[in-house]
Nanobody, 123 residues
Framework: QVQLVESGGGLVQAGGSLRLSCAASGRTFSSYAMGWFRQAPGKEREFVACVSWSGGNTYYADSVKGRFTISRDNAKNTVYLQMNNLKPEDTATYYC????????????????WGQGTQVTVSS
């Protein structure tokens, strides 16, 4: 498994931006698909975005398309989530995940998860 540490969360006003980072250590980062999920209080964890091991393929939840961008830097063992035009409904704890299979990653059944970083968007 790979160890994951998220950072970059915080409090922002609606319409603002944040960039989350997820630093990975352990096994070869570049062989893993990487993704972001989020969980709001009282709700189930939901898929946000993911990127293939090469960075060539990205997938997004409909709720964030056009506002969020996932990217990765394999030289730095880091994946990013640029979040623009944030809305109060984006408020959640955001988790980074890794998996060798992007299909399994998108289902949220990956074995490697970070501890999460809180994002709060005020109206």
């Amino acid at each position: 498994q790979v160890q994951l540490v998220e950072s970059g969360g915080g409090l922002v006003q609606a319409g603002g931006s944040l960039r989350l980072s997820c630093a990975a250590s352990g096994r070869t980062f570049s062989s893993y698909a990487m993704g972001w999920f989020r969980q709001a209080p009282g709700k189930e964890r939901e898929f946000v975005a993911c990127v293939s091991w090469s960075g060539g393929n990205t997938y997004y939840a409909d709720s964030v398309k056009g506002r969020f961008t996932i990217s990765r830097d394999n030289a730095k063992n880091t994946v990013y989530l640029q979040m623009n035009n944030l809305k109060p409904e984006d408020t959640a704890t955001y988790y980074c995940a890794a998996d060798a299979l992007i299909s399994r990653l998108r289902r949220g059944t990956s074995g490697s998860w970070g501890q999460g970083t809180q994002v709060t968007v005020s109206s």
